[in-house]
């Protein structure tokens, strides 16, 4: 049984290794979630030099009056979502 605990958590580990050798999306990602049966679209952006080792702030745009929409995808071509497009250097 132990033996098996000790196999069973050096595979854990070797997986979580793998997968944080994985490269990360960057850029603006469109994602999307179903709640009560209906699909919600928005978009992540990630700076091209994320790194998962360290703490990033989360900044959410929300959106108002005359930015309605229900893509979740054209808000992001105004305000912050353009700004960020115009000049992402100044985002990282």
Known sequence: MKT???????LLLLFVKTLSAQSVETGFLD????HDGVEHRY???????YDAAEDW???LFLHGAGERGNDGLKQAEVGLGR?????P???Q
């Open 89 to 91: 250097d100044r985002w």
């Open 4 to 10: 098996f605990r000790s196999l069973t958590f050096l």
């Open 83 to 87: 700004a960020i497009r115009l000049n």
């Open 57 to 59: 702030p989360v900044t």
């Open 43 to 49: 978009q992540v952006y990630i700076p091209s030099n």
């Open 31 to 34: 994602r999307s979630i179903i």
